[in-house]
């Protein structure tokens, strides 16, 4: 007997390069989770295109105009109709109210471009070349109110040359992402990571 697969919902605002990634890895027949929709902030986020060529359910909500709260309460409500059991975000570029946070978390995760907690924010790869720092990489975390500060699941580095530009930099990091959040979707959907106040632990 095959064993039901848990609906994961993946929100984007932009290319979709991860979520091409998240969903090349589900198609494994052994992995737990199954991307059953992809919901996008923005009518032109090319991510909506990507997951119409795989056959997965879109969503477009738009946030334009709209309080938070009001924008926050329509996507909980329908991914809550659409049987969702967890949230990845991948360039989602819309901040989340407290109070969706909460009612998700320990169930939404997010990739972001540094190794947290340095480097939180946006503009990330050219403040990493500013700062002389001779690594970066990136995190998957879990989300909470606060941005880019959950619990930290998995963390890939990459160095940093001394030639590096913002471009150049990001395109190794991408690379690492698009490894790495597929391997924290399973660790989540497997039910195999435990949050323990800012650490995770994960079970054997």
Not at 19 to 27: F, P, V
Not at 108 to 137: C, Q, Y
Request: glycine share 6%.
């Amino acid at each position: 007997m095959t064993a039901v697969k848990r609906a994961v919902a993946v929100l984007i605002s932009g290319r979709g390069t991860n979520l091409r990634a998240l969903i090349e890895s589900t198609l494994a027949a052994d992995h737990p989770a199954r991307i059953a929709l992809v919901l996008s902030n923005k009518a032109e986020a090319e991510g909506l295109e990507i997951a119409k060529a795989a056959g997965i359910e879109t969503a477009l909500i738009e946030s334009r105009g709209k309080e938070r709260a009001v924008f926050d309460a329509e996507m909980d409500a329908l991914l809550k109709a659409k049987g969702i059991e967890y949230i990845c975000l991948a360039g989602f570029m819309r901040l989340l109210t407290t109070e969706f946070v909460q009612a998700w978390y320990g169930r939404m995760i997010n990739i972001h471009p540094s190794l947290l907690p340095a480097f939180r924010g946006t503009d990330v790869h050219a403040r990493v070349i500013e700062s002389g720092a001779r690594f970066s990489g990136c995190t998957v975390h879990f989300v909470s109110p606060e941005v880019d500060a959950g619990p930290i699941i998995l963390q890939a580095a990459v160095p940093v040359p001394q030639d590096a530009t913002a471009e150049s930099l990001a395109a190794a990091v991408l690379e690492q992402e698009h490894a790495l959040y597929p391997q924290a979707l399973r660790l989540l959907t497997e039910g195999r990571l435990v949050i323990e106040g800012q650490r995770v632990r994960v079970k054997n």
